[in-house]
Nanobody, 129 residues
Framework: QVQLTESGGGSVQPGGSLRVSCRLS????????MAWFRQVPGKEREGVAA????????FYADSVKGRFTVSQDRIDNTVYLQMNSLKPEDTGMYYC??????????????????????WGQGTQVTVSS
C-alpha cells in the first residue's frame, strides 16, 4: 500500500513563504503524477500544482502561477511545494496526491481529485496578519 506523508505546513504573514513536503513510501516507479490540492471548509478540494515524474512536466493552477513551485527529489521519493508571496486566500489544508504509475497528469483532468489513487493526511497552511 502506497502511503504519502506531508509535512512543513504552518502559519505565515501575507507575502511570506512556506515549503511543504510529501514523502512517498515507495520508489517502485517514479513515472507517476504527483499533485498538491488544498481545501477549506465548505469548499471543494482545489488542485494547485502537479508534476509528472516521467518527464518532469509541471502544471499549475492560474491562482498560484508565478508564486508556487512544485519539484521532486527522486532519490528521497519526496515532492515539494515551495509557496512564495502567500496570500490569505492560500489558507487551507494542503494534501498531497498520487496516481498509479504510468498515468499522465492530464488523463481525466489534472485537477480532478477523483483521478488520484493515493492521498496524504494533509498539512495546514494559514496565511494571516
Amino acid at each position: 500500500q502506497v502511503q504519502l506523508t506531508e509535512s512543513g505546513g504552518g502559519s505565515v504573514q501575507p507575502g511570506g513563504s512556506l515549503r511543504v513536503s510529501c514523502r512517498l513510501s515507495t520508489d517502485a516507479d517514479s513515472r507517476r503524477c504527483m499533485a498538491w490540492f488544498r481545501q477549506v471548509p465548505g469548499k471543494e478540494r482545489e488542485g494547485v500544482a502537479a508534476i509528472y515524474g516521467g518527464s518532469d512536466e509541471l502544471f499549475y493552477a492560474d491562482s498560484v502561477k508565478g508564486r508556487f513551485t512544485v519539484s521532486q527529489d527522486r532519490i528521497d521519493n519526496t515532492v515539494y511545494l515551495q509557496m512564495n508571496s502567500l496570500k490569505p486566500e492560500d489558507t487551507g489544508m494542503y494534501y498531497c496526491a498520487a496516481r498509479k504509475p504510468g498515468w499522465v497528469c492530464e488523463f481525466g483532468g489534472t485537477w480532478s481529485a477523483g483521478q488520484y489513487d493515493y492521498w496524504g493526511q494533509g498539512t495546514q497552511v494559514t496565511v494571516s496578519s
